[in-house]
Nanobody, 122 residues
């Protein structure tokens, strides 16, 4: 059974930084695509950034240069480092994985965490 647990969300001022984590069990994160999505109220879930099983990194244009994804294989955890946060980054952040190829579409992911709330005050 694959289980993903996000943590590290919270309230931060605009311009600040926050790191959210995704701890996986039942799956080795280095062997599968691991991707971050977010969903703001009344908005569709959108792609933020992802890490392919081959180590490729991908980011949405809206976060490129501000957000970074990393992986700690020993802890079986993937991180999303968020810098220079803006009010429009406010959302619930989810990590997801699948059994196939890396994708930007949330429809292509089979396993999801419960999400962690990130709120950026302006």
């Amino acid at each position: 059974q694959v289980l993903l647990v996000e943590s590290g969300g919270g309230l931060v001022q605009a311009g600040g930084s926050l790191r959210v984590s995704c701890l996986a069990s039942g799956r080795t994160v280095s062997n599968y695509p691991m991707t971050w999505f977010r969903q703001a109220p009344d908005q569709k879930r959108e792609f933020v950034g992802g890490l392919s099983r081959y180590g490729g990194l991908y980011y949405a244009d809206s976060v490129k240069g501000r957000f970074g994804i990393s992986r700690d294989n020993a802890k079986n955890t993937v991180y999303l480092q968020m810098n220079s946060l803006k009010a429009e980054d406010t959302a619930v952040y989810y990590c997801a994985t699948n059994d196939g190829s890396w994708s930007r579409s949330p429809d292509d992911y089979d396993y999801w965490g419960q999400g962690t709330q990130v709120t950026v005050s302006s």
